[in-house]
Each structure stands twice: as C-alpha cells, then as structure tokens.
C-alpha cells in the first residue's frame, strides 16, 4: 500500500513535466492592417518577419496570421503597393503564446524609372515581304479537297483570301 501511494506524486510530476515538453515551442503572430487616411482595411498587403522566411498576406479584411514563428525577438515589416512600409521592432514571440500586432499604412506616391512612349510598338521594316494571295470561288471548286461531305458551295463571285480557304481545307479535311 505504501508503495502505490508514493507512486502516485511520481506520476504526477512526470504528467505535469510532460506537458510542458510537449507544449509547442513556437508561437504565432497575428493582426491587421489598415491605411491610416481611411482607416480601411488593407486587403493584399504583405507581412513578413525579417531575418526569416516567415510572412503572410492580409486577407480581404486586413487580418493575417503567422503560424508556427519561433520564440525570439523579432522585427516585423507590412508594406503595401502605393503605402508606406511599416516596421514594428522588438516583437518578442514566447512559446504557446500569440502576439497581435496592428500596421497603419500611410498613402504614398509610388515612384518609377521613366517612361518612353512610342508610336509604333513594331519596328517597320520597308522590305519586309508581305504576301497575300486572292482567288476566286471557282478556284476553289476545282479543288476537290476544298469541298465538304456536307455539301459545301461558293458563290463565283466570292472572293477568299488564302487564310479563309487554309481554315476551310482545314475545318473539311
């Protein structure tokens, strides 16, 4: 009797030390993210962790969440296309534990290298040869290969191009 009372607090200890070996060793950080003009949220945005390749994107109503982050010390970086890029310093993340972090983007103009402008997109070469070919229907008909088992007939007037008489050998061939 007396041993399966002093066996008793044994398991007790050994239960309560177990589940702190099994607690997750990493916590998360979560949040949103808003444009501080409008206080809008900011669908789209993106949140990262830096010195890691940790991050996450906002969801359409400014939220995000960063699962499974090491316990440490962090910094945290939101930015947005046309905002402000926002960095929160010394984001201490414990085991277990979440961390709720709030980024107010400030509208910003978004600069770029210039721009040229051409009126052509296409060079144009002056000897280029360009080619098309036209014939007419009875053209067309003197080629049996031309015609459909459906019964297919130009008019004699008709007048098509090579592309149009390519797609016809092709649709009845």
Known sequence: MVKRSAAIPVLMILLMTSSSVFASPAGKI???????????????????????????????????????????????EASMMGCRTQVKTSVVVEPGRSVELVFKLFPSAVQTAGITVRLDYFPKVADAPVSERSFSAAGIEDKPQAKSQAGFSVKPDEQFSYLTSFYYYLLYH
Do not use: C, K, M, W
């Open 30 to 76: 979560v949040g949103r993210v808003y444009d501080a003009s409008t206080r809008s949220q900011l669908p789209g945005a993106n949140v990262v962790i830096h010195d890691t390749e940790l991050g996450a994107g906002t969801e359409a109503n400014g939220v995000f969440l960063i699962r499974d982050v090491p316990a440490g010390t962090y910094s945290v």
